[in-house]
């Protein structure tokens, strides 16, 4: 299997390359299981954010990191889940496509949640930020809360995200196009 190595929060790792189509292969960033990887870029991440009172991070590969920046800067944070529970309180919903999903899903968040937000500094991370639809669908439900956006942060910006200046992250992760 071919990968692609890079340093990410000083530490190397070697990423396997994926098929996403017959045109374009992408480097596999997971964090599940790293808590190396996880408590390293959370702690460079903290140093680059500006002040914040909650962390908002879609489901799923994003919630570690999510979880040690709350640990590491003693802020809650809360997840926008891929489906409404059975536990949300009026549920808040958008709809959003990403590069790693082939089918349109809609990202709740649970309104009790929402309301704490509510007038609040908000700091959206994410582990991999590449066509930005996640980071769009987690905005549109916290703005729909009036709570106050001051950054957007990830571990990676992935392609033409790399070249964004309203993102916070450590590294770039380069797009493998086919011939």
Same mark, same amino acid.
Request: hydrophobic content about 45%.
């Given at each position: 299997?071919?990968?692609?190595?890079?340093?990410?929060?000083?530490?190397? #790792? @070697?990423?396997?390359?994926?098929? /996403? !189509?017959?045109? &374009?292969?992408?480097?596999?960033?997971?964090?599940?299981? *790293?808590?190396?990887?996880?408590?390293?870029?959370?702690?460079?991440?903290?140093?680059?954010?500006?002040?914040?009172?909650?962390?908002? /991070?879609? @489901?799923?590969? %994003?919630?570690?990191?999510?979880?040690?920046?709350?640990?590491?800067?003693?802020?809650?944070?809360?997840?926008?889940?891929?489906?409404?529970?059975?536990?949300?309180? +009026?549920?808040?919903?958008?709809?959003?496509?990403?590069?790693?999903? *082939?089918?349109?899903?809609?990202?709740? &968040?649970?309104? !009790? $949640?929402?309301?704490?937000?509510? %007038?609040?500094?908000?700091?959206?991370? +994410? +582990?991999?930020?590449?066509?930005?639809?996640? &980071?769009?669908?987690?905005?549109?439900?916290?703005?729909?809360? *009036?709570?106050?956006?001051?950054?957007?942060?990830?571990? &990676?910006? $992935?392609?033409?995200?790399? +070249? #964004?200046?309203?993102?916070?992250?450590?590294?770039?992760?380069?797009?493998?196009?086919? *011939?």
């Amino acid at each position: 299997m071919s990968t692609y190595k890079m340093k990410i929060a000083g530490l190397e #790792r @070697e990423l396997p390359l994926c098929k /996403v !189509n017959d045109k &374009l292969d992408i480097a596999a960033f997971v964090i599940f299981g *790293d808590v190396e990887i996880t408590v390293a870029s959370a702690t460079e991440l903290l140093k680059k954010c500006p002040e914040f009172d909650y962390i908002v /991070v879609p @489901e799923a590969k %994003g919630i570690p990191l999510a979880y040690e920046m709350a640990k590491q800067s003693k802020k809650p944070y809360f997840v926008c889940r891929k489906g409404a529970k059975l536990y949300m309180k +009026d549920p808040v919903s958008v709809h959003v496509r990403s590069i790693t999903t *082939d089918k349109m899903q809609t990202v709740y &968040l649970d309104g !009790n $949640e929402g309301e704490k937000l509510r %007038g609040k500094k908000v700091l959206i991370v +994410d +582990d991999v930020i590449s066509t930005g639809e996640s &980071l769009l669908a987690v905005r549109a439900l916290v703005e729909k809360f *009036d709570a106050e956006i001051v950054g957007q942060a990830a571990i &990676l910006a $992935e392609g033409d995200a790399a +070249d #964004r200046d309203d993102i916070i992250f450590l590294e770039k992760l380069p797009l493998f196009p086919k *011939d």
